[in-house]
Nanobody
């Protein structure tokens, strides 16, 4: 059973930078792809970014492209989300998600739905406020 644990959230000011971490345990075969989602107050959970370990490929949601960077450390089986120039609208609970290798090779943009992922962390709160 894969377990994901996020960390690095907190209260920050607009314009600040932050790095979120997600540590995975329980089986690397089930973390072929890892992603970040977020859920703002009163809104549905939305896709942020995804990464595929095999080739390092990444894909971002359009609203965050350019400010968010997903990366990983294979040795630690951890994935990170670096965020710069934080805005109040980035306030949300950020979730890490993972899945095993898909049956077919598909474009990364395919994997932007909650249903694409089998494992989820409990989330870490990020609040952007002055």
């Amino acid at each position: 059973q894969v377990q994901l644990v996020e960390s690095g959230g907190g209260l920050v000011q607009p314009g600040d930078s932050l790095r979120l971490s997600c540590a995975a345990s329980g089986g690397t075969e089930s973390t072929y792809m890892m992603a970040w989602f977020r859920q703002a107050p009163g809104k549905e959970r939305e896709f942020v970014a995804t990464m595929r370990w095999s080739d390092g490929g990444t894909y971002y949601a359009e609203p965050v492209a350019g400010r968010f960077t997903i990366s990983g450390d294979n040795a630690k089986n951890s994935v990170y989300l670096q965020v710069v120039n934080l805005k109040p609208e980035d306030t949300a609970v950020y979730y890490c998600a993972a899945r095993g290798r898909p049956r077919y090779t598909l474009p990364l943009r395919t994997f932007k739905h909650e249903s694409n992922y089998d494992y989820w962390g409990p989330g870490t709160q990020v609040t952007v406020s002055s």
